[in-house]
């Protein structure tokens, strides 16, 4: 199912009913159509023709789960591997097929899974999704846990639509979640649209939190915002080492000639050996 026109960008509402259907008993009912299993082949591909994104990703999991069973119970059953570093991953073959997409949200969004169990099918509905692109979205919007948000925010650096990865982005960089914010911050640079987020991470400058407010720093330098240069310059005696190291080192790929002597000296005086290394490369 490639994107659909939708009211509003999102369908967040569309969101939260899919994580409470059931493909083979539960019937999505909206204006006048209810959408379910009693639905013949014709009538469900008439609805994911209709525009309407919720009903639409509904039939598609319908017919999916009609047309491949095996496959269906393959994306249900499977089990993720553990890597050295802790984390998990599916390596089944069948997380490779772009016709899995539906039952892959579904097992995300209705299953009983662990937190690090999601957060791979999450990296694997980012991997084979990108039609769906849009609700992700969604998801950064309506998923509790800020762990599986933040793998979402990761996975945003490779999504192809621009509109798509800009608005994830500047969703998550006000999440109420730290750990969020501070992925944000991370994965913007590694977009070359990521200027467009020059304000928002500006703005990431004055977090409550350490981390976020590093990335930011260091994201306004690799993306070269020249209207990031006095921020930065403030955030040169932040309370943080990270942010100040960041800071310093964003200024130098900016403009290192904004940075007066003085500044510099005090620089070089500084409590981190890191930020007194970056200061000496100044002269």
């Known amino acids: 199912m490639g994107q659909k026109p939708t009211v509003g960008l999102f369908r967040v509402a569309a969101l939260t009913a899919l994580a409470t259907l059931s493909f083979s008993t539960t019937a999505l009912a909206t204006d006048d159509v209810v959408v379910d299993g009693t639905l013949s082949k014709v009538q469900l591909e008439q609805v994911m023709s ?22 269906y119970a393959a994306i249900a059953q499977a089990v993720p591997v553990r890597s050295r570093d802790g984390s998990v991953r599916f390596v089944d073959e069948v997380f490779s097929d772009t016709q899995a997409v539906p039952a892959i949200l579904h097992r995300l969004l209705t299953g009983q899974d662990s937190s690090l169990t999601r957060q791979a099918l999450a990296i694997v509905f980012a991997s084979v999704g ?13 998923e509790a846990d800020p762990a599986v948000r933040s793998t979402l925010v990761y996975c945003l650096r490779r999504v192809r639509s621009t509109d798509v990865a800009t608005e994830g982005l500047r969703i998550a960089l006000s999440d109420p979640s730290a750990e969020v914010r501070a992925q944000a911050a991370r994965t913007t640079p590694w977009r070359v649209d990521g200027v467009q987020l020059a304000s928002e991470l500006i703005v990431a400058l004055q977090d409550s939190d350490d981390q976020t407010r590093a990335m930011a720093a260091r994201a306004l330098g690799w993306l070269k915002i020249a209207k990031g240069i006095g921020p930065l310059l403030a955030k040169l005696d932040d309370s943080s080492a990270d942010v100040r190291l960041h800071a310093l080192r964003s200024l130098s790929r900016i403009g290192p000639d904004v940075v ?3 500044r510099l000296a005090v620089m070089l005086r500084d409590t981190d050996s890191r930020v007194v290394r970056v200061a000496r490369r100044f002269r």
Request: charged fraction near 15%; avoid cysteine; glycine fraction near 8%.
């Open 130 to 142: 990108d039609a769906y692109s849009d609700v992700m979205l969604g998801l950064l919007q309506t």
């Open 50 to 71: 209709s525009g309407d994104w919720q009903q639409a990703l509904q039939a598609e999991a319908l017919l999916g789960q009609r047309a491949a069973p095996a496959l």
């Open 260 to 262: 007066s002597d003085q």
